[in-house]
């Protein structure tokens, strides 16, 4: 049967097929009465979730008619979260059923059938049958159950059955005692015991701490190497002659690294000359209170390959370093 006849409603053409709901205007009323029956379902909540109420019922209605429009994820979204919360609120309204249905008790089940099995038969043992079964002589149980009038029980249970019934185990015991949780003392023994002289620094984080210091030692001696070449900010040098140790690539590497933390903190500055060559120099760290305009700070990602290193030791000429070679 087509959805037209089903639901009495014009069909919807497939999504592989353009519709009026795909064209933006119409998509912003949909999502537009989402947002309003969620903000209802919302403000109406406590109404909603009374056991009498059928609200939700209500809700769900218009959802499913708006649901029926739905061709994009945006308002499959929003679908989405009504139904979500639309789900809750039917928790909540289940939790405040009130229902007046007798508790199944199969001890006080029990005590009821061997009242039965033995209220004529045997009188005498009536007063005693608790004490007896929870006697924990096992003799003594079975020569009760024994005694009991299985045959009365019987005939009483076999108008409800077309068949004889098989028997079945038991999946558990009729009273479960749920045994005290006894609290351990072991980790207060060892708290007692433990002596805060033996206290540890952790390793790894002793070694951070120790590359940290040697990148700030490693910052402050090429600051004092660009102070001194550029006679205290007043000259500007090469930026590549600067940085460039034409013996060790991996040196080139680290003074360009070490570099980068004076240029973060204003404590150098790389500007282009006239011919269009990158120069560093010394500079004072930038503070808002002498400037009238804010300064935006750039940053850019610089890479140099080995083979980018080779070229520039041969294009500036480089050859001695201008940073001397930090100590192993």
């Known amino acids: 049967m087509s959805k037209e006849k089903r639901s009495g409603r014009e069909a919807i053409p497939p999504l592989d097929e353009y519709s009026e709901y795909d064209e933006p205007q119409k998509r912003r009323e949909i999502r537009s009465l989402y947002r309003d029956l969620m903000n ?4 109406k909540k406590e109404d909603l979730i009374q056991p009498q109420s059928k609200g939700l019922i209500e809700v769900l209605t218009r959802q499913e008619e708006l649901f029926d429009k739905v061709r994009h994820p945006r308002e499959a979204v929003l679908d989405s979260s009504l139904l979500l919360s639309v789900t809750n609120h039917g928790s909540e309204q ?10 199944f008790d199969p001890k006080d089940f029990a005590d009821k059938l061997v009242h039965f099995m033995v209220h004529n038969r045997f009188e005498a043992q009536l007063s005693h049958s608790r004490n007896i079964v929870n ?3 096992e003799d003594t149980k079975e020569k009760f159950l024994d005694s009991l009038d299985w045959m009365k029980l019987g005939k009483r249970c076999a108008g409800c059955f077309k068949r004889a019934p098989t028997v079945d185990f038991m999946l558990g015991p009729l009273v479960i005692e749920v045994p005290e949780r006894k609290t351990k003392k072991s980790n207060v023994r060892r708290k007692e015991q433990f002596d805060s002289s033996q206290k540890q620094a952790p390793q790894e984080l002793s070694k951070v701490e120790e590359h940290e210091e040697a990148t700030t030692k490693e910052v402050e001696r090429i600051y004092r190497v660009l102070k001194r070449l550029t006679k205290d900010g007043t000259r500007p040098v090469g930026f590549f002659e600067f940085i460039t140790n ?8 680290e003074n360009l690294f070490h570099l980068s933390f004076l240029v973060k903190d204003g404590k150098a500055e790389v500007k282009m000359d006239e011919e269009g060559q990158p120069t560093v120099c ?7 209170q002498d400037h009238q305009d804010v300064i935006l700070q750039k940053q850019i990602i610089m890479s140099m390959t080995m083979s980018d290193w080779r070229d520039i030791v041969e294009a500036y000429d480089v050859k001695e370093p201008l940073i001397p070679p930090r100590h192993a």
Do not use: G, H, M
Not at 40 to 43: A, I, R, S
Not at 246 to 253: K, Y
């Open 40 to 43: 209802e379902t919302k403000e």
């Open 94 to 103: 289940a939790k405040q059923l009130q229902t007046d249905f007798v508790i």
């Open 135 to 137: 006697d924990d002589d």
């Open 246 to 253: 034409p013996n060790s690539f991996a040196q080139t590497i």
């Open 282 to 288: 010394k500079s004072n760290p930038y503070r808002e």
